[in-house]
Every structure is written in C-alpha cells, then in structure tokens.
C-alpha cells in the first residue's frame, strides 16, 4: 500500500518562503506523476502543481506561477514544493497526490493516493 507523507508547512509572515517535501514509501515512485493540491477552510481541495514521472514537465495553476516550483527526486522517492514570496491567501493544507498515470492530474478524483497535509499558514 502507497503512503505519501507531507512534512515542511508551519505559521510564517507574507513575503517568506518554506519549502514542503512529500516522501512515498514503495518502490514504483518513478512510475507516477505527482501533484500538490491545498484546501483553505470552507473552500474545495484545488490544484496548485504537478509534475510528470521523470520531472520533464511541470504544471502551476496561475495563483502561484512565478512563486511556487515542484521538483522531485525519484532516488529519494520524495516531490518539493518550494514557495517564496508567500502570501495571505496561500494559507491552507497543503496535500500531496499521486497521478493514476505518469503525467500530473489536476483533478482531485485523478490522483488514486493522497497524503494527510501540512498546514501553511501565513499572515500579514
């Protein structure tokens, strides 16, 4: 069984950066695309990045172009996530989601394994 776990969230002020890892126990990593989704209190889980099986692709919803980029290592079985210039309205879980295939998946019900989240807070 596939587990993703999310780490490197935490409470910072608008302007700063944090970086977010989701590490993936097995061994098919390589073989999936993977995404980054967040969910703010009372809103739908939304995309914010993906990237393809060997990191030759990539995808940002428009909110974090420019801000946000996701990588992956597939020696470490691990996708980052690193956010600077963040800003009040980033606040929110963020999760990690595995594609069904080798391309990343910008719908919810697109990605089959989900981590448990890691909250981003930020403030003004």
């Known amino acids: 069984q596939v587990q993703l776990v999310e780490s490197g969230g935490g409470s910072v002020q608008a302007g700063d950066s944090l970086r977010l890892s989701c590490v993936y126990s097995?061994?098919?990593?390589?073989?999936?695309?993977m995404s980054w989704f967040r969910q703010a209190p009372g809103l739908e889980r939304e995309f914010v990045s993906g990237?393809?099986?060997?990191?030759?692709?990539?995808l940002y919803a428009n909110s974090v172009k420019g801000r946000f980029t996701i990588s992956r290592d597939n020696a470490k079985n691990t996708v980052y996530l690193q956010m600077n210039s963040l800003r009040p309205e980033d606040t929110a879980v963020y999760y990690c989601g595995r594609s069904m295939g080798s391309y990343y998946a910008t719908r919810e019900h697109e990605n089959d394994s989900w981590g448990q989240g890691t909250q981003v807070t930020v403030s003004s």
């Open positions: 990237i393809t099986w060997n990191g030759g692709s990539a």
């Open positions: 097995g061994r098919t990593f390589g073989n999936y695309g």
